[in-house]
Protein backbone atom coordinates (compact mmCIF):
# COMPACT_ATOMS: atom_id res chain seq x y z
CA UNK A 1 0.00 0.00 0.00
CA UNK A 2 1.45 3.49 -0.87
CA UNK A 3 2.37 5.22 2.29
CA UNK A 4 -0.30 8.20 1.09
CA UNK A 5 -3.03 6.00 1.02
CA UNK A 6 -4.11 6.43 4.40
CA UNK A 7 -4.08 9.64 4.62
CA UNK A 8 -6.23 10.34 1.49
CA UNK A 9 -8.16 7.66 2.79
CA UNK A 10 -8.94 9.84 6.01
CA UNK A 11 -10.64 12.36 3.82
CA UNK A 12 -13.72 10.39 4.59
CA UNK A 13 -15.39 9.64 8.24
CA UNK A 14 -17.78 7.97 9.48
CA UNK A 15 -19.26 5.07 8.40
CA UNK A 16 -17.38 5.15 5.18
CA UNK A 17 -13.93 5.45 7.15
CA UNK A 18 -15.21 2.49 9.38
CA UNK A 19 -15.68 0.67 6.22
CA UNK A 20 -12.02 1.34 4.36
CA UNK A 21 -10.25 0.51 7.43
CA UNK A 22 -12.86 -2.92 8.33
CA UNK A 23 -12.29 -3.91 4.42
CA UNK A 24 -8.57 -2.85 4.04
CA UNK A 25 -8.08 -4.04 7.70
CA UNK A 26 -4.51 -6.40 7.26
CA UNK A 27 -3.07 -3.03 5.30
CA UNK A 28 -3.75 -0.23 7.29
CA UNK A 29 -2.43 -2.50 10.59
CA UNK A 30 0.77 -3.51 8.75
CA UNK A 31 1.36 0.01 7.58
CA UNK A 32 0.34 1.34 11.62
CA UNK A 33 3.00 -1.21 12.25
CA UNK A 34 5.38 0.35 10.08
CA UNK A 35 4.93 3.91 11.33
CA UNK A 36 4.67 3.26 15.14
CA UNK A 37 5.11 7.40 15.40
CA UNK A 38 1.49 7.95 14.16
CA UNK A 39 0.08 6.45 17.48
CA UNK A 40 -3.15 5.20 16.47
CA UNK A 41 -4.41 2.33 16.93
CA UNK A 42 -6.99 0.63 14.75
CA UNK A 43 -9.55 0.78 17.41
CA UNK A 44 -8.90 4.81 17.25
CA UNK A 45 -9.68 4.67 12.89
CA UNK A 46 -12.70 2.98 13.40
CA UNK A 47 -14.07 4.62 16.27
CA UNK A 48 -12.94 8.51 15.02
CA UNK A 49 -10.41 8.40 18.22
CA UNK A 50 -8.23 10.66 16.33
CA UNK A 51 -6.96 14.27 15.73
CA UNK A 52 -7.74 14.25 11.85
CA UNK A 53 -5.24 17.16 11.04
CA UNK A 54 -2.46 16.09 12.94
CA UNK A 55 -2.49 12.26 11.45
CA UNK A 56 -3.03 13.43 7.93
CA UNK A 57 -0.04 16.12 8.40
CA UNK A 58 2.00 12.87 10.06
CA UNK A 59 0.93 10.73 7.39
CA UNK A 60 2.46 13.22 4.78
CA UNK A 61 5.41 13.93 6.13
CA UNK A 62 6.45 9.89 6.20
CA UNK A 63 8.61 8.66 2.72
CA UNK A 64 7.70 5.37 1.44
Do not use: Q
Not at 28 to 53: A, C, Q, S
Amino acid sequence: MPGYWLPLALAVRGDKLRELVTTYRSEVEEWLERHPDIEVTMDDLIEGNFDYKELVTKGREIPE
